[in-house]
């Protein structure tokens, strides 16, 4: 597989893998704000 | 210093790395938009309140944990789909990624999803999500699926899970109600697969999967097919003879049994390819519809 393939693909999933650690950081904020019945 | 060619395993993650869609792919995306499918009705159904942060918690984490079900499933079938044509392109047979990639990311997803629903919804629909991801991964497709024709009769009850664990969500509970949901899609899974197995039954048979058109013939796959519709039908009625569907489920669900009566008649009397494949695609829309009908009404009755 060409370098700028396999790069293309490593970013591909990072980026992805970002995305959800980020909703989950969302996730659980407002899953918090929930259980203490502030939203 | 390493002589030799490269084994399948090291081309795999040095030539091959997963992208993105290849892990997305291991969560079977198709079955489980079934899965959400089916638990966002078990939960209209349900009767109480649930805030709408934790419902869709929930709804994530049967899908997550149906997903990582669907990973572990791929993880110890990579051997089988290498044999079948329809299975062949998954990640792992096609060398796009190696096992324990996969084995660790269905076990991270698994823990992930049932630790959620424990914490953040309840411990009882943590318990049945943890439940039916073992039940799927160990009592189908570990013990069950290369020893039995009958696998798809048990194992189907993994896929009957999620509207019991969407009801399970928002009562904390299990009654009868969510049993009936349960068995309505339980009974509904062998005319299902049979139908599927019925066209696909060369691939099973390469493969060396005891579905039951490989071990007892097409004709007596075909009988049960009927069978299972037969005792199918009744359990649908059920929701609204108990009073938690309405009329309008009542008679979507007598009229669609109906059609599928038939058509399990039909594929009795024509034994074609043609007539299965019928049959395996109104199977998905008699559920799909189903489901519309029962949640749709209840959501109707109470806006009004």
Redesign the interface.
């Known amino acids: 597989m060409p370098l700028h393939e396999e790069h293309k693909k490593r970013a591909g999933r990072n980026y992805a893998l970002g995305g959800i650690l980020l909703a989950m950081v969302a996730l659980f904020f407002f899953v918090t704000l929930a259980k203490m019945n502030v939203i | 210093m390493q002589t030799g060619a490269p084994t399948l395993d090291q081309n795999a993650r040095e030539?091959?790395?997963?992208?993105?869609g290849d892990?997305f792919a291991l969560l079977k995306p198709r079955v489980m938009s079934l899965v959400i499918f089916t638990a966002v009705i078990g939960m209209v159904m349900a009767p109480g309140d649930i805030?709408p942060?934790?419902a869709f918690?929930a709804i994530?984490c049967i899908a997550v944990g149906a997903g990582a079900a669907g990973c572990l499933n791929m993880w110890y079938e990579a051997d089988l789909d290498a044999l079948m044509k329809r299975t062949a392109d998954r990640p792992i047979p096609s060398g796009r990624m190696d096992r324990q990639t996969a084995l660790h990311f269905g076990v991270a997803l698994s823990t992930a999803s049932v630790l959620m629903m424990g914490l953040?919804v309840n411990y009882v629909a943590g318990a049945l999500l943890l439940m039916t991801i073992l039940f799927y991964v160990v009592v189908y497709t570990v013990w069950l699926k290369r020893r039995t024709p009958m696998n798809i009769v048990i194992g189907g009850a993994a896929g009957a899970f999620p509207p019991m664990i969407a009801w399970a969500a928002v009562t904390g509970d299990v009654n009868i109600e969510a049993i009936v949901l349960f068995g309505l899609i339980f009974m509904w899974t062998p005319p299902h697969f049979w139908a599927l197995a019925l066209f696909s039954c060369k691939d099973y048979k390469a493969a060396g999967i005891p579905m039951l058109p490989v071990v007892a013939g097409e004709a007596e796959t075909r009988k049960q097919i009927l069978i299972y519709t037969l005792l199918m039908v009744p359990v649908s009625v059920l929701p609204w003879v108990m009073g938690f569907a309405g009329p309008v489920y009542g008679i979507t669900a007598i009229g669609l049994g109906a059609i599928f009566i038939y058509l399990s008649l039909s594929l009795t009397l024509k034994k074609d390819v043609k007539t299965a494949k019928k049959t395996f695609f109104y199977s998905i829309f008699y559920l799909f519809s189903l489901f519309a009908v029962m949640g749709g009404e209840v959501l109707i009755g109470r806006m009004t």
Not at chain 2, 15 to 20: F, K, Q, T
């Open positions: 030539d091959y790395l997963p992208g993105a892990f805030h942060v934790i918690t994530l953040s």
